[in-house]
């Protein structure tokens, strides 16, 4: 907004008690990571003092009323605004019927529990997807264990690991970088009991550990809901800039489900990059509905682009590739970095009706942005 010339009062209501940091950051260094304020704050104090943004945190959000233009907090009191963005992100989603001290990982307060908990002991976690597997990488090479080998179970309910985001082939990599660091890795399990200390599958065997619940987040749409706005499965239904169904609200990040370029249905990201590019887009949005001279606009491309980092490989998604009907594999390193385990970097374009919709790579350092340009590419008309 300040990019913006936008020189009012500017305000971010936050539940959590800290200034605003690196959320990516929790699940890399889940046990031996430093993950204290001055190494993930995302600026220090000064940066937004300077700046006029007044940060509250600690503080949760009660209410809105659309009508009046305010927002109630907890402690009863109200706040005006001329414009309202709502960008409450979301919750680890929990297993069904699992006991509610079930161990998962959101924010830094679930970290905190997650290390007293985790001692040398086994550790189940629960969900192949990038938090899940990132925990297991964190856990597996944990200096605070002396030998982690055939201690750490990750299981999967589909068939593959990373199901919603990678294709088969670089699924198969995944699981061979864990496997080859002692993680059991098993796919198409069956839950049908979770407590915080053992889990029970469908065919009786019972797993015993730390559990650890990482099976996704679900959009906090709480206040949306509340107050009227239009909400559907994948979040806060917002326009192409942003714009919810009522006026002066919109919403970014991880609870916006903005349309989809191919399909036009709503879709959540939940993305960091794409988290900063809406800041940035609904800071133009505003700006425009304020009738301000708005600053050199940034574009700001509909093509996701996530990172994932286990062990020392590093894994990028970029646009849709679980859409795809086909893939290209490209196996030739002599383009990126090679970090993944035995020089195993692929780099897989992915195919709808011949369009490039999506591309997965490992170990390609910046390749990602790169891919991401080319699908962009193929957006424009
Ligand atoms: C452990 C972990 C690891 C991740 N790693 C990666 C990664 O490697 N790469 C990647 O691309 N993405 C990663 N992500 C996803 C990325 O962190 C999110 O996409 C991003 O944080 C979304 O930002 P956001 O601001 O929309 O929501 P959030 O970061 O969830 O922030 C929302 C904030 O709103 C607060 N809030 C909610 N409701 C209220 C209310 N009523 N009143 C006041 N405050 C409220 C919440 O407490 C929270 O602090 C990871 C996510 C997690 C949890």
Redesign the pocket.
């Given at each position: 907004m300040r990019a913006n010339r936008f020189d009012g009062t500017i305000t971010v209501?936050?539940?959590?008690p800290h200034l605003p940091y690196q959320?990516?950051a929790?699940?890399k260094g889940i046990l031996d990571g430093d993950l204290s304020d001055p190494k993930i704050t995302l600026r220090p104090p000064g940066y937004w003092e300077e700046r006029g943004i007044h940060i509250v945190p600690s503080?949760?959000?009660t209410g809105i009323d659309a009508v009046s233009r305010t927002v109630e907090l907890a402690d009863g009191s109200a706040v005006g605004y001329d414009a309202l963005v709502l960008?409450?992100?979301?919750t680890a989603r929990q297993l069904p019927g699992a006991s509610p001290d079930l161990l998962s990982?959101?924010?830094r307060r679930y970290v905190e529990r997650l290390r007293a908990r985790i001692d040398s002991g086994p550790v189940v976690i629960v969900g192949g997807g990038?938090?899940g597997l990132e925990i297991a990488a964190a856990v597996s090479s944990s200096e605070q264990r002396v030998d982690s080998a055939g201690q750490i179970t990750v299981l999967e309910a589909a068939a593959s690991l990373l199901s919603r985001v990678v294709p088969d082939s670089v699924a198969e990599a995944v699981a061979a970088l864990h496997r080859d660091r002692g993680v059991r890795v098993v796919t198409d399990s069956r839950i049908t009991a979770a407590e915080t200390d053992a889990v029970t599958l469908a065919d009786g065997t019972r797993l015993t550990g730390t559990v650890i619940s990482a099976i996704g987040m679900q959009p906090?749409t709480a206040?949306a809901e509340a107050a009227g706005l239009s909400v559907g499965p994948a979040g806060i239904v917002v326009d192409e800039t942003l714009r919810t169904s009522t006026p002066r609200i919109y919403a970014a990040?991880?609870?916006a489900a903005r349309p989809h370029p191919l399909t036009g249905e709503p879709m959540r990201a939940?993305?960091?990059?794409t988290?900063t590019e809406h800041g940035k887009l609904v800071a133009m949005t505003i700006a425009a509905d304020l009738g301000l001279a708005t600053g050199p606009s940034t574009p700001v491309p509909r093509v996701p682009l996530?990172?994932?980092m286990q062990y020392s490989s590093n894994i990028q998604m970029v646009g849709w590739p679980t859409m795809a009907d086909r893939f290209d594999v490209d196996l030739d390193t002599s383009t990126g970095t090679g970090t993944c385990a035995d020089g195993f970097a692929p780099t897989v374009r992915c195919f709808a009706d011949e369009r490039l919709v999506g591309a997965v790579c490992m170990g390609r350092g910046g390749a990602g942005r790169a891919l991401r340009t080319e699908i962009v590419k193929t957006l424009e008309p």
């Amino acid at each position: 907004m300040r990019a913006n010339r936008f020189d009012g009062t500017i305000t971010v209501f936050g539940e959590e008690p800290h200034l605003p940091y690196q959320r990516t950051a929790l699940s890399k260094g889940i046990l031996d990571g430093d993950l204290s304020d001055p190494k993930i704050t995302l600026r220090p104090p000064g940066y937004w003092e300077e700046r006029g943004i007044h940060i509250v945190p600690s503080v949760r959000v009660t209410g809105i009323d659309a009508v009046s233009r305010t927002v109630e907090l907890a402690d009863g009191s109200a706040v005006g605004y001329d414009a309202l963005v709502l960008a409450t992100g979301g919750t680890a989603r929990q297993l069904p019927g699992a006991s509610p001290d079930l161990l998962s990982l959101r924010t830094r307060r679930y970290v905190e529990r997650l290390r007293a908990r985790i001692d040398s002991g086994p550790v189940v976690i629960v969900g192949g997807g990038l938090i899940g597997l990132e925990i297991a990488a964190a856990v597996s090479s944990s200096e605070q264990r002396v030998d982690s080998a055939g201690q750490i179970t990750v299981l999967e309910a589909a068939a593959s690991l990373l199901s919603r985001v990678v294709p088969d082939s670089v699924a198969e990599a995944v699981a061979a970088l864990h496997r080859d660091r002692g993680v059991r890795v098993v796919t198409d399990s069956r839950i049908t009991a979770a407590e915080t200390d053992a889990v029970t599958l469908a065919d009786g065997t019972r797993l015993t550990g730390t559990v650890i619940s990482a099976i996704g987040m679900q959009p906090d749409t709480a206040l949306a809901e509340a107050a009227g706005l239009s909400v559907g499965p994948a979040g806060i239904v917002v326009d192409e800039t942003l714009r919810t169904s009522t006026p002066r609200i919109y919403a970014a990040g991880d609870v916006a489900a903005r349309p989809h370029p191919l399909t036009g249905e709503p879709m959540r990201a939940e993305q960091w990059l794409t988290a900063t590019e809406h800041g940035k887009l609904v800071a133009m949005t505003i700006a425009a509905d304020l009738g301000l001279a708005t600053g050199p606009s940034t574009p700001v491309p509909r093509v996701p682009l996530a990172w994932s980092m286990q062990y020392s490989s590093n894994i990028q998604m970029v646009g849709w590739p679980t859409m795809a009907d086909r893939f290209d594999v490209d196996l030739d390193t002599s383009t990126g970095t090679g970090t993944c385990a035995d020089g195993f970097a692929p780099t897989v374009r992915c195919f709808a009706d011949e369009r490039l919709v999506g591309a997965v790579c490992m170990g390609r350092g910046g390749a990602g942005r790169a891919l991401r340009t080319e699908i962009v590419k193929t957006l424009e008309p």
